[in-house]
């Protein structure tokens, strides 16, 4: 049998997702990889662009089987992640949602406002 693993990764922006990603291995895919790999600058109505590209980008790696697919977006809603998760079991992967937490107040490398992580933080839904 394979072991296949999808594993999303979901946080507010400065969390460490994409730190952690790395240090996992495996094929990462993040929406913000979108703009460097594109090399266009970060535009809000770029954003729906960018997690069309991160879930082909992870739908490829799956159909090739890759042993392990990382996702790390915000993913503050089910909605927001919820495509992956559906491909990942069309794709027999295993399916881990991970909160990740920022406890060590890092801030995010994209220099998000603090009025837009706030929203972000309030409308973070986690199912326990």
Excluded at 30 to 41: C, H, L, P, Q, S
Excluded at 57 to 83: C, H, R, Y
Excluded at 105 to 117: N, R, Y
Aim: hydrophobic share 40%.
């Amino acid at each position: 049998m394979d072991n296949k693993t999808l594993l999303i990764l979901r946080g507010l922006p400065g969390a460490g997702k994409s730190t952690l990603a790395d240090a996992l291995g495996g094929i990462v895919c993040t929406a913000d990889d979108y703009f460097t790999v594109n090399g266009i600058d970060f535009s809000v109505p770029r954003l729906n662009k960018a997690h069309d590209w991160c879930l082909k980008k992870a739908k490829e790696a799956m159909v090739d089987g890759a042993p392990l697919v990382i996702v790390a977006n915000t993913s503050t809603q089910p909605w927001e992640f919820s495509g992956y998760a559906e491909e990942g079991k069309r794709n027999k992967y295993t399916v881990h949602t991970v909160v990740v937490e920022n406890r060590h107040k890092s801030k995010s490398i994209h220099d998000v406002p603090a009025s837009t992580i706030s929203k972000m933080r309030s409308r973070f839904n986690v199912a326990l």
